[in-house]
Structures are given as structure tokens and as C-alpha cells.
């Protein structure tokens, strides 16, 4: 015991302790992080843009798809500051950012960013022509699927 006692005081016990008390900190960490970045290997991620097409309570149209907001879907502002549903209108373009995983083949949409703010609805013309819509005084149309100035 007293061996002990004086391996302790002297300044090579307490390095010896620290460093096995560091060792048994750090490996459950090490081990941890290593199977976090495995699993985030197999996520793809891609962003989109799109149009509001109409807002409900707890859910946006986007390009003719309902995605619901549930509280996990993220909503940013066009600066990336936090947002809530009530920014979005209809005509605001968008960038929708979704996610897959691999293993469990799904996708699902992670957040949705204002890109810019749109004052005119989309008008439907019944002769075949291509809908255009009225955004900030710029002339908008819509070819082959994409909103172009």
C-alpha cells in the first residue's frame, strides 16, 4: 500500500493514471464515431428546385407533390436562418434538398429553402400552351419542366 501511495504522488503515477483513464474515455467514442461514419457512407443526398403550388395546414405542394410537415423537414429562409411554414406562399420557388439510404432503399425530403419569393399564382390555359406566371415584374415560363426567366 504504501508503494502505491508513493507511485501516486510522484509525477509518473499520475501520468500513468491519467492515461489509462483517458484510454478508457476515449475508446467507446473512437468505436462510436467509427459506425456513424459508416452508416452516414451509404446516404446519398440530392437538391432540387420547384415551385409552391399551394400551402395547407402542415403540408406544402410543391411541382404537384404534397410533402407534409411533420417536424422532420427542416424550413429555411433564402438567407438559411430557421423559418416556419407561414414564409412559404404560393409561386415562392424552392430548393428541396431529400436524402436516401441505401440499405433501407427509401428517400424522404430533409429540408426545404426558400430561394425566391414569387407574387403571381400560375395560370392555367386550356389551349395547350406552355402556363407562365408573373414573379417580381419578370416574365417566368415554364419549358420542358423548368422554370426559366
Do not use: C
Not at 467509427?34 to 409552391?52: L, N, P
Not at 406552355?130 to 417566368?140: A, L, M
Request: proline content about 1%.
Amino acid at each position: 500500500m504504501n508503494s502505491l501511495r508513493i507511485l501516486y504522488l510522484s509525477g509518473r503515477g499520475l501520468v500513468l493514471v491519467a492515461v489509462i483513464f483517458s484510454g478508457i474515455l476515449l475508446i467507446p467514442f473512437h468505436i462510436v464515431s467509427a459506425a456513424d461514419e459508416g452508416q452516414y457512407a451509404e446516404m446519398h443526398t440530392i437538391e432540387s428546385t420547384g415551385t409552391v403550388d399551394s400551402v395547407h395546414k402542415d403540408s406544402l405542394v410543391i411541382d404537384d407533390s404534397a410533402i407534409l410537415l411533420d417536424g422532420t423537414v427542416q424550413l429555411y429562409d433564402q438567407y438559411g436562418n430557421s423559418a416556419d411554414q407561414s414564409l412559404f406562399e404560393e409561386g415562392d420557388q424552392v430548393f428541396v434538398a431529400s436524402a436516401e439510404d441505401e440499405q433501407a432503399g427509401k428517400w424522404w425530403i430533409v429540408s426545404i429553402k426558400l430561394a425566391k419569393k414569387g407574387s403571381g399564382k400560375k395560370e392555367d390555359t386550356s389551349s395547350g400552351q406552355e402556363q407562365t406566371r408573373q414573379s417580381e415584374g419578370k416574365g417566368i415560363q415554364k419549358i420542358d419542366g423548368v422554370w426559366t426567366n
